[in-house]
């Protein structure tokens, strides 16, 4: 079906705020559905309404006793899961060996067209493949949504590319051991996991770093020279004390310098961490100001402690944080809570998240719809809208992969940008209505939808688009949308088909784009 309608709102207005009256106990189970949350199921505001929303986000906060059956069983689907980092290192490395004997004897052989097959490593792209739709499938069938949203969010903050390297075979278990534990703990126990990660030290070249003039005790081929400056840079800029943290270029080179010998043992010995005293530079470093020497891995595990400590990484963080939750130009007030809650719990995450949560700011009619969804936002929260159900194919995933964010896929440690300007584009919108009108079809692949959640169909189209703005956009939808949405069904007379494409141009519409 060709639709007219999509140029209408290729531009996302900015919402009218809710009034002076602040919000009715539905409009904050909404909002905090849809930001603590990958948006509502169907029923599931009233149903946070009437409980009340504090007391769903503090059940939110104390996950491990949110049950979560539904979910494990569908985790039993993804085969990554039964593998630990071992395994994988293992299949990883006999592939490797299987791709050389296979590129020699065709060398040998004067062979130059391209392989036909699967080929060796395909293995792990499959796999790959069930990382991203696993995070799908956790985000959109999860009772622990919060921790969802967090992981997601740590995700992005120490953010490794799945597509270099030996991370096609490091990534599952960074996900699985290094963040999903953590997403909720305390910051500084977050950042020493990620510093030891194998998924990280080999992203960035870490494992790589030595002590100039430092060789290993056996000779090896090609064995590393020199210190790498990568993971120091980031550490600092991205993960830490932020791009203003106060740090200068001496001190990226002595964090590199006290991250020396911080690398990973060979695939075929498990390729985990492993720290290598030959290659630590023992010599005297000054980072902030503060003296290391002489500590070997400790000296690391010191620096990481002091950096989880400072101010600059608190204010860095916690702003992240606000943006995430609040607005995309979060409010001082926001941040400064965050920092007070912060210094006060030395980095309990739930802590700092809680100061967010019950932040005037958080709760402010402007901050209510003020944020743009994500791909993955927008794909999950439709889902979750419709009650459809994601299979556990790669298709679901790839859908968020063509409207802009592939999962685990983006090369830059910045990982993937928070802020709308970055998702809104003529390009990407359009992309969103065919989604949704498709999801609405069920011509979505990779999941399953049944309307009848959601409205009754209908020969009557203004009652229709009525029932579809109360079950799908709390009331949201504007005089402008609703205009357009009728146009449109002006034509249809089969009420199923009006009611598909009602709940498809919803769901593409501006309002839905908000959280």
């Given amino acids: 079906m060709q639709l007219r309608v999509v140029t209408v709102w290729l531009a996302l207005a900015v919402p009218a705020a809710l009034g002076a009256q602040g919000l009715t106990p539905r409009d904050s189970a909404l909002h905090a559905l849809n930001r603590l949350a990958y948006g509502p199921r169907p029923g599931e505001v009233d149903s946070v309404a009437r409980t009340g929303v504090m007391q769903w986000i503090e059940r939110q906060l104390d996950f491990e006793r949110v049950p979560d059956g539904r979910l494990a069983e569908r985790e039993r689907a993804f085969k990554l899961l039964d593998y630990d980092r071992e395994e994988l290192a293992q299949r990883y490395g006999d592939a490797l060996r299987e791709r050389r004997e296979m590129q020699r004897e065709m060398a040998q052989r004067g062979d130059t067209t391209r392989p036909r097959g699967p080929g060796p490593m395909r293995e792990f792209r499959e796999l790959g493949g069930e990382l991203q739709q696993l995070a799908v499938v956790r985000a959109a069938l999860s009772e622990r949504q919060l921790r969802e949203i967090m992981v997601d969010f740590w995700s992005n903050h120490f953010n490794v590319f799945v597509g270099k390297g030996a991370d096609r075979f490091l990534t599952p278990s960074y996900i699985e051991e290094t963040i999903r534990p953590r997403a909720l703990g305390g910051f500084e126990d977050l950042l020493i996991a990620t510093a030891k990660s194998p998924a990280m030290l080999f992203y960035l070249d870490n494992a790589q770093s030595v002590a100039?003039?430092?060789?290993?005790?056996?000779?090896?081929?090609?064995?590393?020279?020199?210190?790498?400056?990568?993971y120091a840079r980031e550490l600092l800029e991205l993960h830490t004390l932020g791009v203003d943290g106060g740090y200068t270029q001496q001190d990226v080179i002595a964090v590199a310098r006290i991250f020396t010998g911080w690398s990973i043992d060979r695939p075929q010995q498990g390729a985990g961490f492993a720290f290598h005293e030959w290659a630590h530079d023992r010599g005297e470093k000054r980072v902030l100001g503060v003296r290391f020497q002489g500590g070997g891995m400790e000296e690391g595990i010191r620096l990481l402690k002091l950096l989880a400590s400072q101010h600059a990484t608190m204010h860095h963080v916690s702003r992240k944080l606000c943006a995430r939750f609040v607005s995309d130009d979060p409010p001082d007030g926001c941040v400064d809570a965050a920092v007070e809650a912060w210094h006060r719990t030395n980095g309990d995450i739930r802590a700092v998240l809680r100061a967010i949560f019950t932040s005037p700011d958080f709760w402010a009619p402007q901050a209510v719809r003020a944020k743009v969804k994500t791909p993955l936002e927008f794909v999950v929260s439709a889902v979750r809208a419709t009650g459809a159900e994601p299979d556990s194919t790669l298709r679901l995933a790839q859908v968020v992969g063509r409207l802009g964010q592939p999962l685990y896929l983006?090369?830059?440690?910045t990982g993937y940008p928070e802020t709308q300007v970055q998702w809104v584009n003529s390009g990407a919108l359009l992309g969103r209505m065919n989604a949704a009108v498709a999801l609405a079809a069920g011509r979505l692949p990779g999941a399953s939808v049944n309307l009848d959640h959601i409205v009754s169909a209908t020969e009557d189209h203004a009652p229709l688009v009525a029932a579809v703005n109360a079950r799908l956009l709390g009331g949201a939808m504007s005089a402008h949308t609703r205009a357009v949405i009728l146009e449109h069904l002006a034509d249809?007379?089969?009420?199923?088909?009006?009611?598909?494409?009602?709940v498809g141009l919803a769901l593409g519409g501006p309002e839905f784009q908000r959280q």
Wanted: proline letters at 24%; charged letters at 25%; aromatic letters at 0%.
């Fill in 492 to 502: 249809v007379n089969d009420p199923a088909q009006a009611r598909t494409l009602a």
């Fill in 212 to 230: 100039p003039g430092a060789s290993p005790p056996r000779r090896r081929p090609r064995a590393p020279r020199g210190i790498n400056e990568n």
């Fill in 410 to 413: 983006q090369p830059a440690p």
